[in-house]
Each structure stands twice: as structure tokens, then as C-alpha cells.
């Protein structure tokens, strides 16, 4: 499915439209903000971010670092709201090693009760990251958030020039009314020297 995915060369894309791609519903967005400069350019993000989902799904961290930042690193932040003075930014060099890290570290604090997430990268992983499998969603967004809670939606004002793939999981129940354990897990992209980058893991709920 992942060599159906990357071989997928999207249309160029104006206001909203949804599509379908290998059994994904695909959702784009292009603002004059972040405008389609080509059509490969969505093909080319949406490859990246399914080849991001395959590494973490795979713990392949130091796959994973080879594609982050080299110099900004990435940004982890469990919720949609981003902080950058409390949710915690790695270099490539620190996630290549984060599945023998047992340091426990301060990833931000709880919704709700504000108490501080300390945990390991791996036990961070397993509840902000990928705690669903997110290489079968349902529903992706390039540049287009798919379902918002009702938490602070800033990433654009913290990195302005950030390009990123929204990947959603309804809930168990099946109706949106009463569909209180969807998750979102959205992976952000900057160009540095011509290629992409992963600079943004971002975790989204209910």
C-alpha cells in the first residue's frame, strides 16, 4: 500500500476538495498562505508522511531521525494547542536512540488537570504518538485539518511556514455526536536546502 501511496502524483488542488487514494478519503486545502506551487508538491508531502507513519509504526528511530529537522529538530506536542516553552523539541541525533532512552522526561502538561506528562520516549509514543494505527485512517488531511476539539488550533502562528498531513481516526461509536475517542495525528514539514523535513509531531483529541 505504501508503493500505491508514493507512486500517487496528486492534482493540483484549489479551495477544498476530497479524493481518494489507495481506500484513503484525502481532504486539501490551499490558502494564499500556503499556495500549490506544483501538483507534485502534495504527492510529494503525502509520500513523506506515510513514509514517517511506516518508521514509527516499525520503532525505526533511526529511520526516523534521518527525515527530522537537521537543525531546528522536532517538535512533540501532545496536543493541538503548541507550546514551545513546554512541549519538548529532539534533535535527529536524540531520536535515533529514543527506543533505548529511559529518560523520563516533561512533554507538556495535562488537559484538564495540568499535571506535567513525564514519560520515556517510547511511553510517549504509546499515548501521544502512536497509539492508534494511523497508517489505516480513514481520513487525511494535506494541509487541512480534519476534525478540530475544542483546544487552541496555532500551528500556523508558531511555524508559518510548515506544511503538514492531518491523519484522523473517528471513534468507536460511529456517530459524531456521541464520538468522544476520535484522535488526530499530524506530522508538519518544513524545506530546508531544497528538501523536506519533519519538524512538528502533534497529537490531537477529544
Do not use: C
Not at 494564499?32 to 507513519?53: I, K
Amino acid at each position: 500500500m505504501l508503493l500505491i501511496l508514493i507512486g500517487v502524483i496528486v492534482g493540483i488542488v484549489v479551495g477544498d476538495v476530497a479524493y481518494t487514494v489507495a481506500g484513503f478519503s484525502i481532504f486539501g486545502r490551499h490558502t494564499e498562505r500556503y499556495p500549490p506551487s506544483a501538483a507534485v508538491d502534495s504527492a510529494r508531502l503525502t509520500s513523506m508522511a506515510f513514509f514517517v507513519l511506516e518508521r514509527m509504526k516499525d520503532d525505526d528511530f533511526v529511520a526516523l531521525s534521518h527525515v527530522a529537522h537537521p537543525e531546528f529538530g522536532v517538535v512533540f506536542s501532545p496536543y493541538a494547542t503548541i507550546t514551545l516553552s513546554t512541549n519538548r523539541r529532539f534533535s535527529a541525533e536524540q531520536i535515533a536512540v529514543f527506543d533505548t532512552d529511559n529518560t523520563v522526561y516533561v512533554w507538556g502538561v495535562l488537559d484538564g488537570s495540568g499535571e506535567p506528562i513525564e514519560l520515556t520516549p517510547m511511553e510517549y509514543f504509546a499515548r501521544f504518538v502512536f497509539g492508534r494505527d494511523y497508517t489505516t485512517s480513514p481520513s487525511v488531511g494535506v494541509n487541512h485539518i480534519v476534525r478540530s476539539g475544542n483546544a487552541l488550533e496555532n500551528m500556523r502562528d508558531v511555524f508559518p511556514d510548515i506544511q503538514f498531513v492531518d491523519f484522523h481516526m473517528p471513534g468507536s461509536d460511529g456517530d459524531p455526536a456521541e464520538d468522544f475517542d476520535w484522535s488526530s495525528l499530524r506530522l508538519g514539514f518544513e524545506e530546508f536546502q531544497g528538501m523536506l523535513y519533519l519538524t512538528l509531531i502533534t497529537h490531537n483529541e477529544w
